[in-house]
């Protein structure tokens, strides 16, 4: 198994860009989550979704979007890029009773 | 809301000495808890997670923790440090016990960069 894979690994964007997180895990877990980490805070939940079709927001949503269209994937999309969005961007997965398996993340610098 | 306190943003011990990163959680219900563990531009790893089971919990790589209701804390020990410790460590809550925990995300604490001195 490949476990959680996320793509791209570094990123670079221009203030008002958009682009999209790729998040895919092949261990047919019905819970997938979308994590932001900046130095020096943890992390932070931006979304999250309990099975295809079914998604909620977290902590800190406003910028962002997803979508569960497959149990496997569930992409997160910056509409308009804000510097405020550069940080590091992990994507996890789980069943119902808490362990949660990280993908190795995303950098993003928005400039 | 629920919230987790990591005490001390860096901790230094020598090589061989004992480990002791805190945590302490709020809470007004069982929580789940959980220590990960970060490697220089990795993901998380599960060290170690507490479901209302044993109190001492077991992990990997020879960490412990216990968790203890009065005092709400879930402290992580190691009894001798090695070099491969060195790493960012964090503490999680979830507090969906009710719904077999986890559904709706983790809250983490700020983190622990645990420094090792040869």
């Known amino acids: 198994n490949a476990g959680v894979t996320q793509t791209p690994k570094f990123r670079i964007l221009k203030i008002g860009q958009s682009m999209t997180l790729q998040c895919t895990q092949d261990?047919?877990?019905?819970?997938m989550y979308w994590y932001r980490q900046d130095p020096g805070m943890g992390l932070k939940l931006i979304y999250y979704?309990?099975?295809?079709?079914?998604?909620d927001k977290g902590e800190v949503p406003n910028g962002y979007n997803v979508s569960r269209s497959t149990t496997e994937d569930f992409p997160l999309r910056l509409e308009l890029a804000a510097p405020s969005q550069t940080s590091v961007y992990f994507c996890?997965?789980?069943?119902?009773?808490?362990?949660?398996?990280f993908g190795p993340g995303t950098r993003l610098l928005v400039l | 809301a629920q919230s987790v306190t990591q005490l001390g943003s860096h901790v230094s011990v020598s090589e061989g000495a004992l480990v002791l990163l805190r945590c302490n959680y709020s809470s007004s219900v069982p929580p789940y808890l959980f220590w990960y563990v970060q490697y220089p531009n990795q993901g998380l790893q599960l060290l170690l997670k507490y479901t209302s089971a044993a109190t001492l919990v077991k992990g990997i790589n020879g960490f412990e923790a216990e968790f203890k209701k009065s005092e709400t804390s879930f402290h992580l020990t190691k009894p001798s440090a090695h070099m491969s410790d060195a790493a960012e460590y964090f503490c999680a809550v979830s507090y969906s016990a009710y719904s077999g925990g986890g559904a709706d995300g983790l809250t983490f604490g700020k983190g622990t960069h645990l420094i090792i001195q040869p």
């Open positions: 261990m047919n877990h019905n819970y």
């Open positions: 996890a997965s789980g069943r119902q009773g808490g362990t949660q398996y």
């Open positions: 979704s309990v099975g295809a079709g079914i998604t």
